[in-house]
């Protein structure tokens, strides 16, 4: 049906920058919403930015400046550019699409997660 997909983590040393990239792919109707959230040992999962397909983008407090979100609607993707990153960003960062898929007879929601990346920050 419908699927997303991460792509893009690494290891960085503090201070260095990553790029995160994220495709929707199947059937998908509509994506209302595109984002990136992360979860760090024994943490719970948190939210890092979204952006709704009106470009309306939430970013959680501690990107104070350091994250960049930006998605192509066109393409069903999103990114997140990460400078200055930080040992504690390390964790695993997973894109979620947030919408609808093609069904008879009408669309159905579906609130869709890719299988994460890993993100390390470290000297």
């Known amino acids: 049906q419908v699927q997303v997909v991460e792509s893009g983590g690494g290891l960085v040393q503090p201070g260095g920058s990553l790029y995160l990239s994220c495709v929707a792919s199947?059937?998908?109707?509509?994506?209302?919403?595109m984002g990136w959230y992360r979860q760090a040992p024994g943490k719970q999962r948190e939210l890092v930015a979204t952006?709704?397909?009106?470009?309306?983008?939430n970013y959680a407090e501690f990107v104070a400046g350091r994250f960049t979100i930006s998605r192509d609607n066109a393409m069903n993707t999103v990114y997140l550019q990460m400078n200055e990153l930080k040992p504690e960003d390390t964790a695993v960062y997973y894109c979620?699409?947030?919408?609808?898929?093609?069904?008879?007879?009408?669309?159905?929601?579906?609130?869709?997660w890719g299988q994460g990346t890993q993100v390390t920050v470290s000297s």
């Open positions: 979620n699409a947030l919408g609808y898929y093609s069904s008879n007879p009408v669309p159905k929601m579906v609130d869709s």
């Open positions: 952006v709704n397909s009106g470009g309306v983008i």
């Open positions: 199947g059937s998908w109707y509509t994506i209302n919403a």
